[in-house]
Each structure stands twice: as structure tokens, then as C-alpha cells.
């Protein structure tokens, strides 16, 4: 039995930065090869999408750096927006936030990015229509190797039947 030998070299993200194989069954290579690579692939974004679809929860993931904000399609359904109408701009997505929680939600963000405190707060949110869903926000922040939050994603959930 011929036997394969393989380096695989990734960085910290799973991602495959090199690889080198020996052997003399180059069709063996090629299987090992490809079964390595598919287990360090994140997951197919559909089956990330069917999971968060699943879930009922909307998600979102905010560049700290650029103020760039993703919602999910899930995020703008719940509020009744279409897709052009929310820019992907924090400060277009705090502008939506009840004023009476507006105060409260960016201390909760504040305090997570600067102090790591958790990320969860329940508040309201304005729809295209103009009334108020109650909504359980949750976050996690990417820091870079100095300890900055560089980034923060998280999930909201529609808990106004249990709030109101």
C-alpha cells in the first residue's frame, strides 16, 4: 500500500494558505486533498442562510471601522422595509431605535465594545408603518489582537407578543 504524506498550512480562519502532498497514487492525492480542503471551508453560505431562516431571528454584522451595517433580508421583513429602503449605515439603523430607548441600546453597545460586558438588550424598533415592534438584541464584537472591537454581529428577535 502506497503510502500519502500531506503539509497543509491555514491561517487562524480555517482557510487553506498552502498545501503540499508526496505519494505515488496521484488520483489518492487529489481525494485527500479535496477532503481537506472541503473540512477547513466555512459553511455553504446556503446552509447558513437556512439556518438563520430557521431561527426566525434577524441578523446583523456591523464594521466598527467603516459604520457599514449589514441587515439580513429577515431583519428589513420583520420592519417591513424593502431592501433599498435601510441604508447599510449604523447610523441610518440607530435613527430607528424608540427615543426613549435610544439612550439605554447605545450604552449597552458602548459598554460591550469598550468594557466586553454581554450584548443583550431588549427595545423597540420603528417599522415602515410607523409603529413600534419590541425587540431582543444580542452581539458578540471581533477584536483585534490589541483588544479593539473591530466588528459586531448578533441576532435580534421579535419579542413583542411576550413584552406587550
Not at 434577524?58 to 433580508?73: C, G, V
Not at 441610518?92 to 459598554?111: G, Q, S, T, Y
Not at 425587540?135 to 413583542?160: C, F, H, P, W
Request: glycine content about 8%; proline content about 4%; overall charge positive.
Amino acid at each position: 500500500m502506497a503510502h500519502i504524506r500531506g503539509v497543509v498550512v491555514s491561517n487562524g480562519d480555517n482557510r487553506i494558505i498552502a498545501d503540499a502532498w508526496l505519494g505515488e497514487n496521484l488520483s489518492r492525492i487529489q481525494a485527500m486533498r479535496k477532503i481537506i480542503h472541503e473540512s477547513l471551508q466555512p459553511w455553504p453560505e446556503e446552509r447558513f442562510e437556512l439556518a438563520v431562516n430557521g431561527s426566525n431571528d434577524a441578523i446583523w454584522d456591523w464594521d466598527i471601522q467603516s459604520n457599514r451595517l449589514y441587515l439580513s433580508p429577515r431583519y428589513r421583513k420583520l420592519l417591513g422595509y424593502e431592501a433599498n429602503e435601510l441604508p447599510g449605515m449604523f447610523t441610518a439603523w440607530a435613527r430607528l431605535i424608540h427615543p426613549n430607548d435610544r439612550v439605554r441600546v447605545m450604552k449597552a453597545i458602548k459598554d460591550h465594545v469598550d468594557y466586553s460586558k454581554p450584548y443583550r438588550c431588549e427595545h423597540r424598533l420603528k417599522t415602515r408603518r410607523g409603529d413600534w415592534l419590541w425587540m431582543l438584541g444580542r452581539g458578540e464584537a471581533v477584536r483585534d489582537k490589541s483588544g479593539a472591537a473591530i466588528r459586531m454581529a448578533g441576532s435580534y428577535t421579535d419579542i413583542s407578543e411576550s413584552v406587550g
